[in-house]
């Protein structure tokens, strides 16, 4: 059954859509994904941050959680086939560090702001201060559920197109950096980077936990020299406090002008 079952669930909810978006909005928003829109209302939930729920003139949309849930699905499996038709000469292991490179929370941040997609995202206004202090869940989070609804608007073959347009276009190649990247404890570079130029060391920080004792979500924000520099998420705090270290890393690497 797999993603065809997922997504015949998913069409059949449609019964109790909410209203579809604004003709100009739908426009810019073609424009950006690069794709042809066919129902609207997969994409007004994909784009509807559980926090605009609470205002008033939002009344009847459902939050994007689900399909986030749907959207993290149907990328890992299209990476994952496109990263095994492209590249017959990587093994499993290989295949599998390079898909958490490309899908992982600050990866997607990057996509979903190549496209702008806070502009077309409905939410609180605390919610969209938490993007622009560089908090990337709500936007990393909100691309996955764009994949959904690319995948539930026109099916597998229009979220690959997507995904290969997006995430692993035409010139993407795989290069010893990359690997170099994935294997990088990005805890003990950060740390060496902080104390480098003067800043001392990183503090980690339990942000929430969130979901069933058995399958909890730790997300973790890293402050350097009193200054947030990242946040990320993770099955263990280990992880998340590796995915917000990648981030600092890079931020603080680029601020600082270092090689």
């Not at 994949?147 to 290969?164: C, E, P, Q, S």
């Not at 190649?173 to 104390?195: T, Y």
């Amino acid at each position: 059954m797999g993603l065809s079952w997922l997504r015949r669930v998913f069409v059949r909810k449609r019964a109790a859509a909410p209203a579809g978006m604004l003709g100009e909005k739908k426009r810019k928003l073609e424009h950006s994904l690069g794709i042809c829109i066919h129902n609207e209302s997969y994409f007004v939930e994909a784009l509807t941050h559980r926090s605009a729920l609470s205002i008033p003139s939002n009344g009847g949309k459902n939050s994007n959680e689900r399909m986030e849930f749907l959207g993290d699905a149907v990328l890992n499996l299209l990476v994952a086939e496109i990263l095994f038709e492209r590249f017959p000469e990587l093994d499993e292991g290989q295949m599998t560090r390079l898909r958490s490179l490309l899908v992982n929370q600050h990866a997607l941040a990057e996509k979903a702001t190549a496209v702008n997609l806070s502009g077309f995202l409905s939410m609180s206004n605390s919610a969209q201060q938490t993007i622009e202090r560089g908090y990337e869940t709500i936007i990393s989070d909100a691309f996955e559920a764009v994949v959904a609804a690319v995948y539930l608007d026109g099916g597998l073959g229009a979220a690959k197109n997507f995904v290969i347009d997006k995430v692993m276009p035409g010139e993407f190649k795989i290069d010893r950096e990359m690997f170099k990247a994935l294997d990088r404890n990005f805890k003990s570079a950060l740390l060496e980077l902080s104390q480098g130029v003067g800043l001392g060391a990183p503090h980690y920080n339990l942000v929430k936990e969130e979901g069933p004792d058995h399958d909890r979500t730790f997300t973790v924000e890293v402050v350097v020299n009193e200054k947030n520099y990242g946040m990320g998420s993770g099955k263990t705090k280990k992880a998340a406090e590796q995915a917000a270290a990648e981030q600092a890393y890079d931020r603080l690497k680029n601020e600082k002008g270092t090689d």
